[in-house]
């Protein structure tokens, strides 16, 4: 169905714009995804896309393959500039559905477990690095940064819709499973990160940005790492971290 919505009174539009904060998410379990690649790149992966939400002048002038089943709105410029989450809005938001499905680490494939991460950019940088290296998924503790913030999302740069992502999964449980639980760390037990065993499943830790990883985390770990930093800087991007740490163990599986 196709609506026009012309006023910010309107509920849809509210609701709309309520997508924008974590509480409206968390409670709906609504999220939204902005632009049109991203758009497309939900469609192709057949997310449950609920509501297209368009510009007048996106819906006028853009040639765009609409999802089937999914309502379109269109709303006037002037007010639709208030539900975008970037400085220069495309004109086309989906809303989806979250999906919040009980998967659990396979024992075969290697995932990386993000412990506190607060930066929706890193986190987003991370989904997509995950991919690409051929990851299982990205695992995220239950105090991360929401991992349906907008520059999440957007940051994955449409992984986000092709790999596994778990909350607060059990390393306990994955550790029963096989995996060796790998932490990130700059202290003196530390191994060299390209000559620790990371042949085998592993999980791969990446901590907060300021105050690394947390102490119930090291404490059940297998191997503690560490990535040479030979200048003056203190640490790297934790999104740098773990591209280097998924690679690594990528590498030591195709010899």
Do not use: W
């Not at 037990?189 to 119930?216: Q, R």
């Not at 404490?219 to 740490?245: C, Q, R, T, Y």
């Amino acid at each position: 169905m196709l609506y026009n919505i012309l006023s910010s009174r309107n509920e849809k539009y509210k609701f709309f714009k309520s997508l924008k904060t974590k509480k409206a998410r968390t409670l709906s379990g609504y999220y939204t995804v902005e632009g049109k690649k991203s758009v497309s790149d939900a469609i192709d992966a057949s997310e449950k896309i609920t509501a297209v939400v368009v510009s007048g002048s996106f819906y006028d002038n853009e040639d765009f393959e609409y999802p089937q089943n999914s309502d379109i709105y269109v709303i006037s410029d002037d007010i639709f500039i208030n539900l975008s989450s970037t400085q220069s809005p495309q004109g086309i938001i989906a809303v989806l559905q979250q999906n919040n499905n009980e998967i659990t680490p396979n024992g075969i494939d290697d995932y990386i477990y993000c412990d506190r991460i607060q930066d929706p950019g890193n986190l987003g940088t991370i989904i997509r690095t995950a991919d690409a290296a051929g990851f299982g998924g990205v695992i995220l503790s239950d105090d991360c940064v929401d991992l349906y913030n907008p520059k999440t999302v957007r940051s994955s740069m449409g992984s986000f819709f092709h790999i596994q992502k778990l909350i607060n999964q059990n390393l306990p449980e994955c550790k029963k499973q096989g995996y060796s639980i790998v932490c990130g760390v700059l202290s003196d037990n530390a191994i060299e990160y390209t000559k620790a065993d990371l042949s085998k499943p592993v999980i791969i830790v990446i901590g907060n940005e300021a105050n690394g990883i947390s102490e119930e985390v090291l404490e059940m770990s297998d191997i503690f790492v560490k990535i040479p930093i030979d200048g003056k800087a203190e640490s790297l991007n934790a999104a740098v971290a773990g591209a280097l740490l998924m690679y690594e163990a990528r590498r030591q599986k195709k010899i």
